[in-house]
């Protein structure tokens, strides 16, 4: 029997439903495996395996008594803690919010329940989400289980090395500018972002509320389906969800997986690439491209010139919302609280000083970067020239993007510059960091959807690369088509899946012992 | 506390125009909060009512409360506002401890009703007052800071925070610079509010009472040099808590501000609290440039949208307006024009209107709120609205004296223990012992005792100086401790002397 943590889930649904599995086995081999790996890997930042395994049991008996409450109930998955667990810890990877337990959960969350699914533990991730790397976690960095001295992107890469590791089957993650997808490529792993509003974001800790999107991070990209089915449709707390039902995501990909994409026309965006991608990641996208030509569809080149200023206006929009949403982090009502001492012995603080000072010692540089940056944007007198200007090239994107889906079905792109860099490489360097994004931000800004599929190794580092299909607004169903027709034609390439050429992470040990 | 300078009203009128700006927060009262499902009833026990999101706990959202839209936009449509088609919630950022998400969600440059009016009547004649905007916005929880001198947060021990009150729907009005009313200015802000407040009464929107902090008033006053036109650095008044406070704080800060520009100084744009007790106005913090709430669009919120047709149907669901409405009633009552000033000048056409609903003539009614129940307000230095009576209570106690079980006088004793809370009226007549004496053995001793003991008066009425029989009547009534009918006590005097 294939060990437990390779499988699919939905190769564990069969499993399950047919009896061959329990939910405890398959929940305890998965904590087992976490125990085993977490050293190396961290990509959790809790794990909760007496809570994992009772609803394991939960599971297991409503399979027995022939009433399973979905198709997945009883898979174990991890959740980003950005998302608010009851009775869990929820840090969003920061200092400020440590041991703070939410008392509801979010709706994701709600629905992962309702569904059966043993919840393994958070995830880690940036510090509120800022972050291409997972190294501004407070907690520590992520290690890219390809290669465990490299970043496994960020902000969700605690979820895409849980997934990527076999921690976990399955994983949510959330994307304001590619903090799913990027992990996604540079850890061999299915992600997807949601149309904006597919997916509830109420008890989503909000990064930037305009942009923030929760979605499936996976290993194919038809458990990517069966999860965004489950956790996605319309949600009364939150406003901005859409009122209507979900697209087929599932027929999608059955639609796509047999390969063939004719008829399917391709755009290629001229500003996602060229200058700026590493050059082994051009040509694995190049070769996706041209598989996809075999399999029938038509390519053209499309042209969203606006994209040039979507890094500007991301960086504009993202901190003034993050700045304003921020602001709750004032050690009045949960968290932590610094208590200021005065330079007298009669020194009472003030409700500003502990605020102040909690502040000072709860958030971490990248955060505090973005909450100046953020200040400044919405000051009157700046509004203008820095928010207000920043929503107008929005708009440009988004009639970009319109105008590109008059010309092709979807459009594709690498979905990230390059492959996994160092830990440490960029730390020090905000910019370059930021530039990880360029390829994935134009999709938050203009609430479209968007996958990126493993396209292989780079030739140069041997290390995955990925690349990003996107669709208009509500048609998710496109980039499930496309994304399973893709992953289809690449594994008949690669004879299998890429992860299998991963290297183990038990055999790291002995390759230690061996090179001391 | 330092004192002001002030220059008489008169002469401030001589040298001044004043122009006034009243911007009144209006508590709703749906069942639940402006973006949440909590209750928002009043006066539950602390930190009862809430949840994520009304305590801005991470991850939790707003949603719009669609039963507070529809009271702002009765509200504006009352006021004769445009309705908007399309307008959206912004934040207004700023740290406050008793704020749970340290930004208050409020409309702020796309207000649901705009460009409106109220006839306010002063007087007897009607002031137009131009209505700049009834804009939506939230509540923040409540601060209870405890020890200290000041009751304010800096130098307490400590604070205590209520977030009950946190996201329950506000209606801020805001009106347009009042210009014009010279000498009336005070009449017509302390008329504005008060009618203000019978019409959101009458839309049945909010309980609108002053001292619960249901409707708050801020006011706004500038001055610029007589005839000269334009608007002076104004000042904004908070804390003001009542009618009258109101109409006082305008003629305080008129005459404040007329000493100080009458005396080469300027005056300094700032926030001023208005103090009850000592009738004056403190310097608050000050306002300026650095004022800065970095407003920006709710993201969290989709913009709201009322289609023509709902608005429309709104229209159909509003009270009379309220000039018609004062007609109408002065017909039906059968009031003179100045017992109708009189009773809208105190802010109590409606508590004689629901008086009367509940069966008092409206003579009556008039009689208890415009003469004892006014004076009692006036000696508390509150308004008849907010005195604690009701017009059902007013209602019983008139009719306690109609059925002759008292008299006006006992009424009075009534109202007593009505404000020290001791119950019903029938409660009350019966605790305190004051019901009318119809024993006519007791009476006639009385009567026959006053005779006797005043022989001169009683020769005066057998000389048929009928007149005379007050000083009897009286004497009787005080040997009864008023608790006699005293047209019953005339009859008795005059059967047996005449």
């Known amino acids: ?19 061959e599995i329990t939910s405890v086995a398959l929940t305890e081999a998965h904590l087992d495996r976490i125990a085993a790996v977490e050293g190396d890997v961290h990509a959790f930042l809790h794990v909760d395996r007496e809570g994992a395994l009772a609803q394991a049991a939960e599971s297991d008996r409503r399979r027995e008594s022939g009433s399973p409450a979905s198709g997945l109930d009883g898979i174990p998955i991890a959740v980003k803690d950005v998302l608010t667990t009851r009775g869990l810890p929820t840090t969003c990877g920061s200092k400020i919010l440590e041991g703070w337990v939410p008392p509801y959960d979010a709706t994701v969350v709600t629905r992962l329940r309702a569904a059966g699914l043993p919840i393994l533990g958070k995830t880690n991730m940036d510090e509120f989400a800022m972050g291409s790397s997972t190294e501004h976690s407070a907690y520590g960095p992520t290690h890219n289980p390809w290669d465990l001295d490299r970043i496994p992107g960020g902000s969700g890469g605690g979820s895409a090395a849980a997934v990527a590791a076999f921690e976990a089957p399955l994983a949510i993650g959330t994307d304001t500018g590619g903090s799913i997808r990027q992990p996604g490529a540079v850890t061999g792993t299915i992600g997807v972002k949601p149309t904006y509003g597919g997916v509830s974001r109420y008890g989503l800790v909000a990064l930037a509320n305009s942009l923030d999107q929760a979605g499936p991070v996976t290993r194919t990209v038809l458990d990517a389906a069966l999860l965004h089915e489950l956790i996605g449709g319309h949600d009364p707390l939150d406003s901005t969800s859409i009122d209507q039902p979900l697209p087929d995501l599932v027929g999608a990909v059955r639609a796509g997986e047999g390969g063939d994409l004719s008829g399917v026309r391709i755009g290629v965006v001229t500003e996602l690439g060229g200058e700026g991608y590493q050059s082994g990641v051009l040509a694995r996208f190049q070769e996706s491209v041209d598989l996809m030509v075999k399999a029938g569809a038509g390519v053209v080149e499309v042209s969203c010139p606006s994209f040039v200023h979507a890094l500007a206006t991301y960086y504009l929009i993202l901190p003034a919302e993050a700045s304003s949403n921020l602001a709750k982090f004032d050690a009045m009502r949960y968290g932590m609280r610094v208590v200021p001492q005065g330079s007298t012995p009669d020194f009472r603080p003030s409700a500003e000083d502990v605020m102040r000072a909690t502040r000072d010692a709860g958030f971490g540089d990248e955060v505090k970067r973005r909450i100046i940056l953020g200040t400044y944007a919405l000051s009157s007198g700046y509004y203008d020239a820095y928010y207000g200007q920043a929503q107008k090239v929005r708009t440009l994107i988004t009639q970009d993007f319109a105008t590109a889906f008059g010309k092709a079905d979807v459009l594709v792109s690498p979905t990230a510059p390059t492959t996994a860099f160092k830990l440490g490489e960029k730390l020090d360097d905000p910019l370059a960091m930021y530039l990880n994004d360029l390829a994935t931000i134009p999709a938050n800004l203009a609430g479209i959807p968007g996958i990126s599929v493993p396209s292989g190794l780079a030739d140069e580092d041997g290390l995955p690369a990925g690349v990003q299909i996107l669709a208009p607004a509500l048609a998710d169903d496109r980039v499930y088509r496309v994304g399973a027709a893709l992953e289809t034609l690449l594994r008949r390439e690669w004879g299998g899946p890429l992860l299998d050429r991963a290297p183990d992470l038990d055999m790291r040990d002995r390759r230690g012992e061996a090179s001391a | 506390m330092r004192t002001d300078t002030l220059l008489s009203f008169e002469e401030a009128l001589e040298k001044f125009d004043p122009a006034l700006g009243l911007e009144v927060h209006v508590e709703l009262n749906p069942a639940t909060k402006m973006f949440c499902g909590c209750p928002s009833a009043f006066g539950a026990e602390p930190n009862t009512q809430v949840c994520p999101t009304c305590l801005g706990l991470p991850g939790a959202m707003p949603a719009v409360n669609r039963v507070a839209v529809e009271s702002a936009i009765r509200i504006g449509l009352a006021l004769n506002c445009e309705i908007a088609e399309w307008c959206r919630f912004a934040r207004k950022n700023y740290f406050y401890p008793d704020m749970p998400k340290n930004f208050q969600t409020s409309q702020y440059d796309e207000p649901i009703a705009f460009e409106g009016w109220m006839d306010v009547e002063v007087d007897g004649a009607t002031f137009r007052v131009d209505i700049e905007r009834a804009h939506m916005e939230e509540d923040t929880g409540k601060s209870l800071h405890v020890g200290g001198s000041t009751g304010r947060i800096h130098g307490a021990d400590y604070s205590l925070v209520d977030y009950n009150r946190a996201g329950i729907p506000l209606i801020e009005i805001v009106t347009k610079p009042i210009m014009g009313a010279g000498e009336q200015a005070p009449d017509v802000a302390r008329a504005y509010v ?46 003001v808590n009542s009618f009258r406070s109101v109409e006082h704080a305008v003629r305080y800060e008129m005459q404040r501000h007329a000493a100080i520009l009458d005396g080469g100084g300027s005056i300094r744009q700032e926030t001023r609290h208005w103090h009850e007790d000592t009738g004056v106005t403190t310097s608050g913090r000050e306002k300026s440039d650095a004022d800065d709430y970095r407003y920006f669009p709710e993201p969290d919120l989709v913009p709201v949208a009322p289609s023509r047709e709902w608005v429309e149907e709104l229209r159909g669901t509003l009270p009379e307006n309220p000039t018609a409405k004062r007609a109408r009633l002065q017909t039906e009552w059968g009031f003179s024009d100045l017992d109708m000033r009189d009773t809208v000048g105190a802010g109590a056409l409606g508590l004689v209107e629901e008086t009367i609903a509940a069966g008092t003539t409206p003579q009556a009614a008039r009689k208890w709120w415009l003469g004892e129940l006014a004076r009692r307000a006036n000696d508390t230095g509150t308004d008849v609205t907010s005195i604690g009576v009701t017009p059902a209570q007013v209602a019983a106690v008139q009719s306690l004296v109609d059925a002759g079980t008292i008299n006006d006088k006992l009424a009075r004793q009534v109202f007593d223990g009505l404000l020290a809370g001791e119950g019903t009226p029938e409660g009350i007549v019966a605790a305190r012992g004051l019901g009318i004496v119809s024993d006519e053995g007791a009476l006639g001793a009385a009567v026959d005792s006053a005779i006797a003991a005043n022989p001169g008066v009683a020769d005066k009425i057998r000389d048929g100086k009928v007149a005379a029989a007050g000083a009897l009547i009286g004497e009787v009534m005080k040997e009864m401790r008023g608790q006699a009918d005293a047209n019953r006590v005339r009859e008795l005097i005059l059967d047996k002397l005449t």
Request: aromatic fraction near 0%.
């Open chain 1, 1 to 19: 029997m294939i060990d437990l943590t390779r499988r699919t889930a939905a190769d564990l649904a069969d499993a399950l439903a047919s009896g």
């Open chain 2, 194 to 239: 008060q009618q203000l407040r019978e019409l959101i009464v009458a839309l049945g929107v909010s309980e609108a009472r002053m001292d619960q902090g249901n409707l708050r008033a801020d006011v706004n006053l500038s001055l610029a040099p007589r005839g000269a036109g334009g608007l002076g650095t104004r000042t904004e008044t908070k804390n």
